[in-house]
């Protein structure tokens, strides 16, 4: 029988998930005269089966040679949220063993937050806007 590595000591999904990162911030920078990248702020959901240290890992061999060469990751974690029906009301789950609502117990599968990564933010240093050339006579 073959053993299948955990998937915190496999980062290839973090990898693929950091490289398109990278492509979507380096393309959004294009004609924005930005000399440096500080950080990339993402929100990333309790469901989005990332795992943070495998991204950190990830992010620092996708962004080689890069703008974002040297820069950091930070990771705003987004709990899962869900809808209850039967009190109406929308709550944090404690854990992600069990979806029901904290109010009252029952079962519920409206998400409605925490499924996401998304990127927030970054924190950028632009280069001084370049003065019109003068004309000599």
């Known amino acids: 029988m073959v053993r299948r590595p955990h998937r915190e000591n496999c980062p290839g999904h973090e990898l693929s998930i ?16 930005v000399s440096q990248v500080y950080s990339v702020k993402l929100n990333v959901g309790a ?18 040679g890069s703008i974002l060469a040297g820069s950091r990751i930070e990771v705003v974690h987004i709990p899962v949220r869900v809808y209850c029906a039967e009190c109406q009301l929308e709550s944090e789950l ?22 996401k990564l998304d990127i ?15 004309l000599s006579n």
């Open 18 to 33: 950091v490289h398109g990162i990278v492509t979507t911030v380096t393309e959004s920078l294009i004609g924005r005269h």
């Open 47 to 64: 469901l989005s089966g990332v795992v943070e240290d495998a991204l950190q890992f990830s992010y620092g061999i996708a962004t080689e």
């Open 94 to 115: 404690p854990s992600l063993r069990s979806f029901r609502c904290i109010h009252c117990g029952t079962p519920s599968m409206d998400i409605r937050s925490g499924r």
């Open 120 to 134: 927030e933010s970054l924190e950028i240093d632009k280069e001084p806007a370049t003065p019109p050339a003068s």
